[in-house]
């Protein structure tokens, strides 16, 4: 069975930085050699947001423009693990972010920041950022 577990959420100032792990179980990374890997987040009161999506097989990744410039997805093979990191956070960024993974999704859906049906989902860390 696939578990993914986040970590590394926090409260941080304005300006700081996290960096958030996805840690995979029950699944080995590097047995497949094209995944698509992401993280999402979800505030109160709103939808869940896609924040950043690797697609392992080209190495391509795409970002949200509320974020991009400030975060970066990658990911560790040997750990079984991908990383999301953070910097100059904003009080916007506040939410509970989550993790996924898909093996079956292609690079087009999965680099569109529009595909949600992912096979794996982790229970989220909250991050919360003060102004």
């Known amino acids: 069975q696939v578990h993914l577990v986040e970590s590394g959420g926090d409260s941080v100032e304005a300006g700081g930085s996290l960096r958030l792990s996805c840690a995979a179980s029950?699944?080995?990374?590097?047995?497949?050699?094209?995944?698509?890997l992401a993280w999402f987040r979800q505030a109160p009161g709103k939808e869940r947001e896609a924040v950043a999506v690797?697609?392992?097989?080209?190495?391509?990744?795409a970002y949200a423009d509320s974020v991009k410039g400030r975060v970066t997805i990658s990911q560790d093979n040997a750990k079984n693990t991908n990383y999301l990191q953070m910097n100059s956070l904003k009080p916007e960024d506040t939410a509970m972010y989550y993790c996924?993974?898909?093996?079956?999704?292609?690079?087009?859906?999965?680099?569109?920041?529009?595909?949600?049906?992912?096979?794996?989902w982790g229970q989220g860390t909250q991050v919360t950022v003060s102004s």
């Open positions: 029950g699944f080995t990374y590097g047995f497949y050699r094209s995944k698509c």
């Open positions: 996924a993974a898909d093996v079956v999704v292609g690079s087009r859906s999965c680099l569109s920041l529009t595909f949600y049906d992912f096979s794996y």
């Open positions: 690797i697609y392992t097989g080209s190495g391509n990744s």
